[in-house]
Protein backbone atom coordinates (compact mmCIF):
# COMPACT_ATOMS: atom_id res chain seq x y z
CA UNK A 1 0.00 0.00 0.00
CA UNK A 2 1.14 3.63 -0.35
CA UNK A 3 2.84 5.29 2.57
CA UNK A 4 1.59 8.00 4.54
CA UNK A 5 4.18 10.80 4.28
CA UNK A 6 5.75 11.57 7.39
CA UNK A 7 4.35 14.63 9.13
CA UNK A 8 5.78 16.78 11.82
CA UNK A 9 4.31 19.98 13.50
CA UNK A 10 7.41 22.51 14.21
CA UNK A 11 6.80 25.37 15.96
CA UNK A 12 8.61 27.89 14.75
CA UNK A 13 9.03 30.80 17.20
CA UNK A 14 10.91 33.21 15.18
CA UNK A 15 11.66 33.80 11.07
CA UNK A 16 10.50 30.55 9.09
CA UNK A 17 14.02 28.69 8.56
CA UNK A 18 14.29 26.08 6.25
CA UNK A 19 17.68 25.40 7.94
CA UNK A 20 16.18 24.38 11.32
CA UNK A 21 13.92 22.12 8.89
CA UNK A 22 15.77 20.54 7.28
CA UNK A 23 14.18 20.45 3.96
CA UNK A 24 14.52 20.93 0.11
CA UNK A 25 11.18 22.79 0.08
CA UNK A 26 9.60 25.49 1.50
CA UNK A 27 6.06 25.89 0.74
CA UNK A 28 4.14 28.97 0.85
CA UNK A 29 -0.40 29.77 0.30
CA UNK A 30 -0.51 33.13 -1.25
CA UNK A 31 -3.97 35.10 -2.05
CA UNK A 32 -4.59 37.55 -4.49
CA UNK A 33 -5.50 40.68 -3.29
CA UNK A 34 -8.53 43.05 -4.67
CA UNK A 35 -7.03 43.86 -7.97
CA UNK A 36 -6.07 39.96 -8.76
CA UNK A 37 -2.76 40.55 -7.75
CA UNK A 38 -0.58 38.30 -5.28
CA UNK A 39 -0.64 39.75 -1.58
CA UNK A 40 2.31 39.41 0.03
CA UNK A 41 2.20 37.37 2.78
CA UNK A 42 4.81 37.75 5.81
CA UNK A 43 7.30 35.69 6.67
CA UNK A 44 10.80 35.65 4.79
CA UNK A 45 8.65 35.35 1.25
CA UNK A 46 7.43 38.83 1.59
CA UNK A 47 9.82 41.03 -0.11
CA UNK A 48 10.12 37.84 -3.27
CA UNK A 49 6.56 37.90 -3.39
CA UNK A 50 6.46 41.45 -3.53
CA UNK A 51 8.93 41.26 -6.92
CA UNK A 52 6.73 38.41 -8.36
CA UNK A 53 3.79 40.60 -8.11
CA UNK A 54 5.39 43.50 -8.99
CA UNK A 55 6.53 41.91 -12.44
CA UNK A 56 3.13 40.00 -12.77
CA UNK A 57 5.19 36.29 -12.48
CA UNK A 58 3.11 35.15 -10.30
CA UNK A 59 -0.91 35.93 -9.83
CA UNK A 60 -1.49 33.77 -7.50
CA UNK A 61 -4.85 32.74 -8.93
CA UNK A 62 -6.22 29.76 -7.12
CA UNK A 63 -4.64 26.34 -8.16
CA UNK A 64 -1.39 28.13 -9.96
CA UNK A 65 1.52 27.44 -8.26
CA UNK A 66 5.20 29.01 -8.92
CA UNK A 67 8.17 26.93 -8.48
CA UNK A 68 11.37 28.79 -7.55
CA UNK A 69 14.84 27.16 -7.38
CA UNK A 70 18.05 29.40 -5.11
CA UNK A 71 20.69 26.18 -4.88
CA UNK A 72 21.22 28.62 -1.38
CA UNK A 73 22.82 27.84 1.64
CA UNK A 74 20.80 29.04 4.13
CA UNK A 75 17.68 28.47 2.69
CA UNK A 76 15.61 25.74 1.11
CA UNK A 77 17.10 25.14 -2.11
CA UNK A 78 13.53 25.37 -3.14
CA UNK A 79 10.28 28.01 -2.84
CA UNK A 80 6.59 26.65 -3.81
CA UNK A 81 4.28 29.58 -3.87
CA UNK A 82 0.75 28.18 -4.12
CA UNK A 83 -1.78 30.73 -5.24
CA UNK A 84 -5.20 30.54 -3.24
CA UNK A 85 -6.97 32.96 -6.05
CA UNK A 86 -8.96 35.83 -3.66
CA UNK A 87 -9.27 35.75 0.15
CA UNK A 88 -12.85 36.74 -0.02
CA UNK A 89 -13.61 33.72 -2.54
CA UNK A 90 -11.73 31.26 -0.24
CA UNK A 91 -13.35 28.09 0.37
CA UNK A 92 -12.60 24.95 2.33
CA UNK A 93 -13.23 23.25 -0.60
CA UNK A 94 -10.86 25.12 -2.87
CA UNK A 95 -8.19 25.33 -0.13
CA UNK A 96 -8.03 21.20 -0.35
CA UNK A 97 -7.96 21.57 -4.44
CA UNK A 98 -4.87 23.94 -3.46
CA UNK A 99 -3.74 21.28 -1.58
CA UNK A 100 -3.76 18.30 -3.73
CA UNK A 101 -2.17 20.81 -6.72
CA UNK A 102 0.39 21.44 -3.98
CA UNK A 103 0.84 17.64 -3.94
CA UNK A 104 1.42 17.17 -7.49
CA UNK A 105 3.98 20.13 -8.01
CA UNK A 106 6.14 18.95 -5.39
CA UNK A 107 6.14 15.33 -6.87
CA UNK A 108 6.69 16.90 -10.18
CA UNK A 109 10.13 18.49 -8.79
CA UNK A 110 11.25 15.53 -6.91
CA UNK A 111 11.31 17.35 -3.63
CA UNK A 112 11.53 14.72 -0.60
CA UNK A 113 11.08 16.96 1.97
CA UNK A 114 9.09 19.83 2.28
CA UNK A 115 7.76 22.59 4.88
CA UNK A 116 4.81 24.25 4.56
CA UNK A 117 3.75 27.61 6.52
CA UNK A 118 0.72 26.57 8.16
CA UNK A 119 0.12 30.58 8.58
CA UNK A 120 0.20 32.10 5.53
CA UNK A 121 -3.14 30.51 5.01
CA UNK A 122 -4.18 33.35 7.18
CA UNK A 123 -1.95 35.92 5.77
CA UNK A 124 -4.40 38.01 4.09
CA UNK A 125 -6.84 40.28 4.28
CA UNK A 126 -10.72 39.83 3.18
CA UNK A 127 -10.56 35.60 4.72
CA UNK A 128 -14.62 35.24 5.27
CA UNK A 129 -14.36 35.12 9.17
CA UNK A 130 -16.61 31.99 9.04
CA UNK A 131 -14.32 29.88 8.60
CA UNK A 132 -11.74 28.71 11.61
CA UNK A 133 -8.07 28.60 10.77
CA UNK A 134 -7.82 25.12 12.22
CA UNK A 135 -10.28 24.58 9.25
CA UNK A 136 -8.73 26.14 6.94
CA UNK A 137 -5.02 24.12 7.74
CA UNK A 138 -6.84 20.73 7.88
CA UNK A 139 -8.23 21.02 4.31
CA UNK A 140 -4.94 22.01 3.01
CA UNK A 141 -2.81 18.96 4.81
CA UNK A 142 -5.99 16.82 3.46
CA UNK A 143 -5.42 18.17 -0.08
CA UNK A 144 -2.02 17.23 0.55
CA UNK A 145 -2.18 13.72 2.16
CA UNK A 146 -5.59 12.72 -0.21
CA UNK A 147 -2.96 13.62 -3.14
CA UNK A 148 -0.48 11.66 -2.52
CA UNK A 149 -1.35 8.32 -3.48
CA UNK A 150 -0.26 6.01 -6.43
CA UNK A 151 -1.36 2.90 -7.30
CA UNK A 152 2.08 0.33 -7.22
CA UNK A 153 1.05 -2.65 -6.35
CA UNK A 154 1.85 -4.37 -9.58
CA UNK A 155 4.63 -2.00 -10.73
CA UNK A 156 7.73 -4.06 -10.15
CA UNK A 157 10.27 -1.24 -9.97
CA UNK A 158 8.68 0.24 -6.95
CA UNK A 159 9.99 3.82 -6.73
CA UNK A 160 9.85 5.48 -3.14
CA UNK A 161 12.35 7.59 -3.41
CA UNK A 162 12.31 9.16 -6.52
CA UNK A 163 8.70 10.31 -8.19
CA UNK A 164 7.07 9.60 -5.48
CA UNK A 165 7.08 12.98 -3.39
CA UNK A 166 8.29 14.25 -0.35
CA UNK A 167 8.54 11.55 2.38
CA UNK A 168 8.33 14.33 4.98
CA UNK A 169 6.50 16.96 5.29
CA UNK A 170 6.61 19.71 8.18
CA UNK A 171 4.13 21.85 9.32
CA UNK A 172 5.00 25.15 10.92
CA UNK A 173 3.16 27.84 12.74
CA UNK A 174 3.57 30.30 14.94
CA UNK A 175 0.48 30.06 16.86
CA UNK A 176 0.81 27.48 19.72
CA UNK A 177 -3.12 26.81 20.30
CA UNK A 178 -2.96 26.22 16.25
CA UNK A 179 -0.13 23.81 16.81
CA UNK A 180 -2.27 22.16 19.35
CA UNK A 181 -5.28 21.83 17.67
CA UNK A 182 -3.15 20.22 15.01
CA UNK A 183 -1.64 17.96 16.90
CA UNK A 184 -5.26 16.46 17.41
CA UNK A 185 -6.33 16.72 13.98
CA UNK A 186 -3.26 15.68 11.89
CA UNK A 187 -3.82 11.79 13.37
CA UNK A 188 -7.25 11.66 12.22
CA UNK A 189 -6.27 13.40 8.52
CA UNK A 190 -3.58 10.69 8.22
CA UNK A 191 -6.51 8.04 9.39
CA UNK A 192 -8.55 8.72 6.46
CA UNK A 193 -6.01 9.43 3.83
CA UNK A 194 -5.14 5.38 5.10
CA UNK A 195 -8.69 4.26 4.48
CA UNK A 196 -9.03 6.03 1.48
CA UNK A 197 -5.98 4.70 -0.15
CA UNK A 198 -6.97 0.97 1.13
CA UNK A 199 -10.15 1.84 -0.72
CA UNK A 200 -8.64 2.84 -3.88
CA UNK A 201 -5.77 0.05 -3.55
CA UNK A 202 -9.05 -2.55 -3.45
CA UNK A 203 -10.53 -0.90 -6.20
CA UNK A 204 -7.61 -0.74 -8.63
CA UNK A 205 -6.61 -4.29 -7.90
CA UNK A 206 -6.90 -6.23 -11.54
CA UNK A 207 -9.67 -9.22 -11.18
CA UNK A 208 -7.27 -11.57 -11.65
CA UNK A 209 -5.41 -10.96 -8.23
CA UNK A 210 -9.20 -8.92 -6.82
CA UNK A 211 -11.40 -11.71 -6.49
CA UNK A 212 -13.88 -12.70 -3.88
CA UNK A 213 -11.82 -15.07 -2.09
CA UNK A 214 -8.94 -12.40 -1.69
CA UNK A 215 -10.83 -9.42 -0.64
CA UNK A 216 -12.58 -11.73 2.33
CA UNK A 217 -8.95 -12.80 3.31
CA UNK A 218 -7.87 -8.88 3.34
CA UNK A 219 -10.96 -8.13 5.11
CA UNK A 220 -10.50 -10.95 7.99
CA UNK A 221 -6.67 -9.06 8.19
CA UNK A 222 -7.96 -5.35 8.31
CA UNK A 223 -10.65 -6.66 11.01
CA UNK A 224 -8.14 -7.75 12.96
CA UNK A 225 -6.03 -4.56 12.93
CA UNK A 226 -8.63 -2.42 12.95
CA UNK A 227 -10.53 -4.18 16.02
CA UNK A 228 -13.77 -5.06 13.51
CA UNK A 229 -15.70 -8.42 14.38
CA UNK A 230 -15.33 -10.19 10.91
CA UNK A 231 -17.57 -12.58 9.21
CA UNK A 232 -17.54 -14.73 5.76
CA UNK A 233 -19.85 -16.19 4.00
CA UNK A 234 -19.02 -18.54 1.51
CA UNK A 235 -21.49 -19.88 -0.95
CA UNK A 236 -22.60 -22.57 1.11
CA UNK A 237 -23.49 -20.31 3.64
CA UNK A 238 -24.81 -18.01 1.36
CA UNK A 239 -27.36 -21.11 0.42
CA UNK A 240 -28.10 -21.69 3.40
CA UNK A 241 -28.87 -18.24 3.92
CA UNK A 242 -31.33 -18.44 0.83
CA UNK A 243 -29.39 -16.08 -1.12
CA UNK A 244 -30.70 -17.14 -4.45
CA UNK A 245 -29.94 -13.86 -6.67
CA UNK A 246 -26.09 -13.57 -5.19
CA UNK A 247 -25.68 -16.99 -6.03
CA UNK A 248 -27.82 -16.88 -9.59
CA UNK A 249 -25.23 -13.93 -10.44
CA UNK A 250 -21.98 -16.08 -9.39
CA UNK A 251 -23.11 -18.91 -11.31
CA UNK A 252 -21.43 -18.50 -14.79
CA UNK A 253 -18.09 -17.76 -12.31
CA UNK A 254 -15.30 -20.22 -11.96
CA UNK A 255 -14.21 -18.62 -8.16
CA UNK A 256 -16.41 -18.74 -5.45
CA UNK A 257 -18.30 -15.90 -4.29
CA UNK A 258 -18.14 -14.24 -0.74
CA UNK A 259 -20.39 -12.07 1.39
CA UNK A 260 -18.28 -10.35 4.43
CA UNK A 261 -19.32 -8.72 7.35
CA UNK A 262 -17.59 -6.05 9.40
CA UNK A 263 -18.82 -4.96 12.35
CA UNK A 264 -17.33 -2.38 14.68
CA UNK A 265 -18.82 -1.46 18.46
CA UNK A 266 -18.14 1.59 20.06
CA UNK A 267 -16.27 1.12 23.36
CA UNK A 268 -16.75 3.07 26.56
CA UNK A 269 -19.53 5.20 25.37
CA UNK A 270 -23.27 5.44 26.72
CA UNK A 271 -24.21 2.07 25.10
CA UNK A 272 -27.75 3.02 25.62
CA UNK A 273 -27.67 5.87 23.23
CA UNK A 274 -25.98 4.56 20.40
CA UNK A 275 -27.23 3.63 17.29
CA UNK A 276 -26.61 1.12 14.25
CA UNK A 277 -25.45 1.75 10.86
CA UNK A 278 -25.90 -1.02 8.10
CA UNK A 279 -23.64 -0.15 4.84
CA UNK A 280 -23.69 -1.92 2.08
CA UNK A 281 -21.53 -2.22 -0.70
CA UNK A 282 -21.80 -4.15 -4.28
CA UNK A 283 -18.41 -6.41 -5.04
CA UNK A 284 -18.76 -7.65 -8.38
CA UNK A 285 -14.89 -8.10 -8.97
CA UNK A 286 -15.30 -8.05 -12.58
CA UNK A 287 -18.78 -7.35 -14.57
CA UNK A 288 -18.28 -8.80 -18.12
CA UNK A 289 -22.21 -8.47 -18.10
CA UNK A 290 -22.78 -12.15 -18.10
CA UNK A 291 -24.84 -13.83 -20.94
CA UNK A 292 -25.96 -10.21 -21.95
CA UNK A 293 -22.26 -9.72 -22.39
CA UNK A 294 -20.75 -5.96 -22.49
CA UNK A 295 -18.82 -4.54 -25.89
CA UNK A 296 -15.30 -5.18 -25.20
CA UNK A 297 -14.64 -1.33 -25.50
CA UNK A 298 -13.56 -0.44 -22.16
CA UNK A 299 -14.53 -3.50 -20.86
CA UNK A 300 -11.44 -3.18 -18.50
CA UNK A 301 -13.15 -0.39 -16.10
CA UNK A 302 -15.37 -3.36 -14.68
CA UNK A 303 -12.67 -4.41 -12.53
CA UNK A 304 -13.79 -1.29 -10.54
CA UNK A 305 -16.92 -2.73 -10.19
CA UNK A 306 -16.74 -3.69 -6.72
CA UNK A 307 -16.04 -0.25 -5.71
CA UNK A 308 -19.13 0.47 -3.26
CA UNK A 309 -17.83 -2.55 -1.47
CA UNK A 310 -14.27 -1.19 -1.23
CA UNK A 311 -16.53 2.19 -0.14
CA UNK A 312 -18.12 0.68 2.61
CA UNK A 313 -14.87 -1.08 3.88
CA UNK A 314 -13.18 2.37 3.68
CA UNK A 315 -15.65 3.89 5.54
CA UNK A 316 -16.70 1.27 8.52
CA UNK A 317 -12.16 1.29 8.52
CA UNK A 318 -12.23 5.05 9.29
CA UNK A 319 -15.02 5.30 11.52
CA UNK A 320 -13.31 2.69 13.99
CA UNK A 321 -10.27 4.82 13.87
CA UNK A 322 -12.08 7.83 14.29
CA UNK A 323 -13.81 5.81 17.03
CA UNK A 324 -17.49 7.13 16.36
CA UNK A 325 -19.92 6.57 18.90
CA UNK A 326 -22.25 4.62 17.19
CA UNK A 327 -22.39 0.31 16.13
CA UNK A 328 -21.12 0.15 12.46
CA UNK A 329 -21.95 -2.92 10.69
CA UNK A 330 -20.31 -3.20 6.78
CA UNK A 331 -21.77 -6.16 4.96
CA UNK A 332 -20.15 -6.83 1.51
CA UNK A 333 -21.54 -9.09 -1.28
CA UNK A 334 -18.22 -10.23 -3.35
CA UNK A 335 -19.09 -11.96 -6.71
CA UNK A 336 -18.09 -12.68 -10.42
CA UNK A 337 -20.40 -11.65 -13.52
CA UNK A 338 -19.37 -14.17 -16.23
CA UNK A 339 -20.78 -15.73 -19.20
CA UNK A 340 -20.40 -19.71 -19.21
CA UNK A 341 -22.52 -22.87 -19.70
CA UNK A 342 -23.89 -22.82 -16.24
CA UNK A 343 -24.32 -19.16 -16.07
CA UNK A 344 -27.82 -17.76 -15.80
CA UNK A 345 -29.44 -16.85 -18.96
CA UNK A 346 -31.99 -13.76 -19.64
CA UNK A 347 -35.59 -15.35 -19.08
CA UNK A 348 -34.75 -17.16 -16.12
CA UNK A 349 -36.76 -16.86 -12.74
CA UNK A 350 -34.64 -16.81 -9.10
CA UNK A 351 -36.12 -16.50 -5.45
CA UNK A 352 -34.71 -14.14 -3.62
CA UNK A 353 -33.85 -14.32 0.19
CA UNK A 354 -36.69 -12.45 1.12
CA UNK A 355 -38.82 -15.02 -0.74
CA UNK A 356 -39.81 -12.51 -3.65
CA UNK A 357 -39.13 -13.89 -7.13
CA UNK A 358 -37.04 -12.08 -10.05
CA UNK A 359 -37.45 -12.55 -13.59
CA UNK A 360 -33.70 -11.76 -14.65
CA UNK A 361 -34.18 -10.53 -18.26
CA UNK A 362 -30.46 -8.35 -18.60
CA UNK A 363 -27.67 -10.54 -16.78
CA UNK A 364 -25.87 -7.48 -17.07
CA UNK A 365 -27.86 -6.07 -14.41
CA UNK A 366 -26.56 -8.30 -11.78
CA UNK A 367 -25.43 -5.41 -9.00
CA UNK A 368 -29.46 -5.10 -7.55
CA UNK A 369 -29.62 -8.98 -7.76
CA UNK A 370 -26.81 -9.33 -5.55
CA UNK A 371 -27.44 -6.16 -3.38
CA UNK A 372 -31.33 -7.39 -2.76
CA UNK A 373 -30.52 -10.61 -0.92
CA UNK A 374 -27.80 -8.59 1.04
CA UNK A 375 -29.87 -5.61 1.51
CA UNK A 376 -32.44 -8.48 2.92
CA UNK A 377 -29.99 -9.89 4.97
CA UNK A 378 -28.24 -6.55 6.04
CA UNK A 379 -32.18 -6.29 8.63
CA UNK A 380 -31.02 -9.07 10.64
CA UNK A 381 -28.45 -6.92 12.25
CA UNK A 382 -31.41 -4.55 13.34
CA UNK A 383 -30.61 -1.18 12.40
CA UNK A 384 -31.59 1.78 12.55
CA UNK A 385 -30.65 2.99 8.75
CA UNK A 386 -29.15 1.22 6.05
CA UNK A 387 -26.84 3.03 3.54
CA UNK A 388 -25.96 0.92 -0.16
CA UNK A 389 -23.04 1.98 -2.34
CA UNK A 390 -22.65 0.90 -5.84
CA UNK A 391 -21.59 1.56 -9.24
CA UNK A 392 -25.10 0.40 -10.17
CA UNK A 393 -25.74 2.09 -13.37
CA UNK A 394 -23.83 3.44 -16.35
CA UNK A 395 -27.20 5.86 -16.75
CA UNK A 396 -26.30 7.67 -13.67
CA UNK A 397 -23.36 9.37 -15.69
CA UNK A 398 -26.28 10.32 -18.56
CA UNK A 399 -27.95 11.83 -15.87
CA UNK A 400 -25.81 13.49 -13.41
CA UNK A 401 -22.27 13.33 -15.40
CA UNK A 402 -19.13 13.04 -13.20
CA UNK A 403 -19.45 15.95 -10.85
CA UNK A 404 -21.46 13.72 -8.08
CA UNK A 405 -23.20 10.69 -7.52
CA UNK A 406 -26.66 9.55 -7.45
CA UNK A 407 -28.57 9.27 -4.06
CA UNK A 408 -32.25 7.90 -3.66
CA UNK A 409 -34.03 6.38 -0.83
CA UNK A 410 -37.49 5.99 1.44
CA UNK A 411 -35.90 8.43 3.95
CA UNK A 412 -36.07 12.57 3.29
CA UNK A 413 -33.57 12.67 6.51
CA UNK A 414 -31.49 10.34 5.97
CA UNK A 415 -30.54 11.61 2.49
CA UNK A 416 -30.28 15.38 3.29
CA UNK A 417 -28.20 14.23 6.25
CA UNK A 418 -25.97 12.48 3.56
CA UNK A 419 -26.03 15.44 1.33
CA UNK A 420 -25.01 17.78 3.96
CA UNK A 421 -22.04 15.86 5.09
CA UNK A 422 -21.17 15.30 1.61
CA UNK A 423 -21.07 18.83 0.79
CA UNK A 424 -18.71 18.99 4.00
CA UNK A 425 -16.48 17.08 2.78
CA UNK A 426 -16.05 18.65 -0.89
CA UNK A 427 -18.25 15.58 -1.71
CA UNK A 428 -21.15 16.21 -4.18
CA UNK A 429 -24.25 13.83 -3.73
CA UNK A 430 -27.61 14.90 -5.41
CA UNK A 431 -31.10 12.91 -5.28
CA UNK A 432 -32.97 11.43 -7.53
CA UNK A 433 -37.08 10.60 -7.05
CA UNK A 434 -37.93 7.74 -6.67
CA UNK A 435 -41.94 7.66 -6.88
CA UNK A 436 -43.57 4.03 -6.51
CA UNK A 437 -44.21 4.53 -10.16
CA UNK A 438 -41.23 3.59 -11.54
CA UNK A 439 -41.89 -0.11 -10.11
CA UNK A 440 -44.45 -0.06 -13.09
CA UNK A 441 -41.62 -0.32 -15.48
CA UNK A 442 -40.17 -3.50 -14.21
CA UNK A 443 -43.50 -5.64 -13.22
CA UNK A 444 -42.76 -9.44 -15.38
CA UNK A 445 -45.27 -11.68 -16.43
CA UNK A 446 -43.75 -14.47 -15.12
CA UNK A 447 -42.33 -13.66 -11.61
CA UNK A 448 -42.81 -10.73 -9.06
CA UNK A 449 -40.38 -8.29 -10.84
CA UNK A 450 -37.92 -8.20 -13.52
CA UNK A 451 -34.41 -6.90 -12.64
CA UNK A 452 -34.92 -4.51 -15.71
CA UNK A 453 -37.33 -3.06 -18.88
CA UNK A 454 -36.65 -2.96 -22.09
CA UNK A 455 -35.83 0.55 -23.17
CA UNK A 456 -33.34 2.59 -20.88
CA UNK A 457 -35.42 5.57 -19.49
CA UNK A 458 -34.46 6.61 -15.99
CA UNK A 459 -32.22 3.75 -15.32
CA UNK A 460 -30.97 4.85 -12.14
CA UNK A 461 -34.19 5.16 -10.74
CA UNK A 462 -35.26 1.68 -11.92
CA UNK A 463 -31.68 0.07 -10.49
CA UNK A 464 -32.90 1.87 -7.14
CA UNK A 465 -36.91 0.97 -6.80
CA UNK A 466 -35.69 -2.61 -7.78
CA UNK A 467 -33.48 -2.32 -4.64
CA UNK A 468 -36.66 -0.73 -2.83
CA UNK A 469 -38.97 -4.14 -2.83
CA UNK A 470 -36.20 -5.34 -0.78
CA UNK A 471 -36.10 -2.53 2.04
CA UNK A 472 -38.38 -3.79 4.86
CA UNK A 473 -41.33 -1.32 5.89
CA UNK A 474 -40.13 1.52 8.44
CA UNK A 475 -36.63 0.80 7.55
CA UNK A 476 -34.57 4.16 6.80
CA UNK A 477 -32.83 3.15 3.68
CA UNK A 478 -30.80 5.35 1.15
CA UNK A 479 -29.09 4.04 -1.90
CA UNK A 480 -25.52 5.88 -3.26
CA UNK A 481 -24.72 5.34 -6.98
CA UNK A 482 -21.38 5.82 -7.50
CA UNK A 483 -20.86 4.33 -11.00
CA UNK A 484 -19.89 7.75 -12.51
CA UNK A 485 -17.54 8.73 -9.59
CA UNK A 486 -15.79 5.61 -8.52
CA UNK A 487 -12.58 6.59 -10.74
CA UNK A 488 -11.39 8.51 -12.83
CA UNK A 489 -12.03 11.93 -10.84
CA UNK A 490 -9.01 13.93 -12.39
CA UNK A 491 -10.40 17.22 -11.79
CA UNK A 492 -10.70 16.87 -8.47
CA UNK A 493 -7.07 17.94 -7.81
CA UNK A 494 -6.39 15.89 -4.68
CA UNK A 495 -7.87 12.75 -6.20
CA UNK A 496 -5.86 10.49 -8.23
CA UNK A 497 -5.89 11.12 -12.34
CA UNK A 498 -6.83 8.64 -12.64
CA UNK A 499 -8.18 4.58 -11.33
CA UNK A 500 -10.29 4.70 -8.15
CA UNK A 501 -11.23 8.37 -6.74
CA UNK A 502 -12.33 6.61 -3.20
CA UNK A 503 -14.81 9.02 -3.00
CA UNK A 504 -17.81 8.84 -0.58
CA UNK A 505 -15.58 7.17 2.07
CA UNK A 506 -15.13 10.02 4.46
CA UNK A 507 -18.25 11.01 3.47
CA UNK A 508 -20.09 7.77 5.03
CA UNK A 509 -17.20 7.52 7.75
CA UNK A 510 -18.60 11.15 9.09
CA UNK A 511 -21.99 10.86 8.97
CA UNK A 512 -22.28 7.92 11.20
CA UNK A 513 -19.66 9.47 13.85
CA UNK A 514 -22.62 12.21 14.01
CA UNK A 515 -25.54 10.54 13.52
N1 LIG B 1 -21.53 -2.24 -13.42
C1 LIG B 1 -22.50 -1.75 -14.33
C2 LIG B 1 -22.71 -0.24 -14.24
C3 LIG B 1 -21.55 0.60 -14.67
C4 LIG B 1 -21.48 1.08 -15.95
C5 LIG B 1 -20.57 0.96 -13.77
C6 LIG B 1 -20.42 1.88 -16.34
C7 LIG B 1 -19.50 1.75 -14.16
C8 LIG B 1 -19.43 2.22 -15.44
C9 LIG B 1 -23.85 -2.42 -14.06
O1 LIG B 1 -23.79 -3.72 -13.59
C10 LIG B 1 -24.56 -2.49 -15.37
O2 LIG B 1 -24.11 -3.16 -16.24
N2 LIG B 1 -25.69 -1.79 -15.46
C11 LIG B 1 -26.46 -1.78 -16.64
C12 LIG B 1 -27.91 -1.86 -16.24
C13 LIG B 1 -28.84 -2.13 -17.39
C14 LIG B 1 -28.56 -3.47 -18.00
C15 LIG B 1 -30.26 -2.07 -16.87
C16 LIG B 1 -26.17 -0.49 -17.39
O3 LIG B 1 -25.92 0.53 -16.76
O4 LIG B 1 -26.14 -0.53 -18.62
MN1 LIG C 1 -23.61 -5.13 -15.16
ZN1 LIG D 1 -22.09 -4.20 -12.54
Redesign the pocket.
Known amino acids: MWKIPLLEIRFISSKVSAQTSAVDTDVVAVYQDSTKKAATPGGQYAALVGRLRNNGFFTAAHGLAQYLRFGGKNTASDCMFVGLGQANDVSIEKIRAVGGHAWTKLKSNKSKSAAFDIDSLFSARGVPSHLAQIDLAVAFIEGLLFGAYEYQTHKTKQDDSHDSGPAKLILMTKNSGLRLQLEKEVPLIKAAAEALNITRDWSNEPSNYGTPEFFSAKAKKLASEYGLKCTILNERDAARQKMGLFLAVGQGAEREGRVVVLEYMPKGKIRSKKKTVALVGKG?TF?S?GISIKPSLRME??KH?MTGAATVLGAILLAARLRVPNRVVAVMAFTENMPDGKAIQPGNVVKARSGKTVEII?T????RLILADVLDYAHDFKPDAIIDVA?????VSVALGKYCCAVLGNDDSLIDAIRRVGNENGERIWQLPLYDDYFDDLKSDTADMKN?ANDAHG?TIRGAIFLKQFIRKGMPWAHLDI?ATSSNLGHIPYYPKRGASGAYVRTLAKLIADF
Open positions: IDGEMDNDAEGTLTGASGA
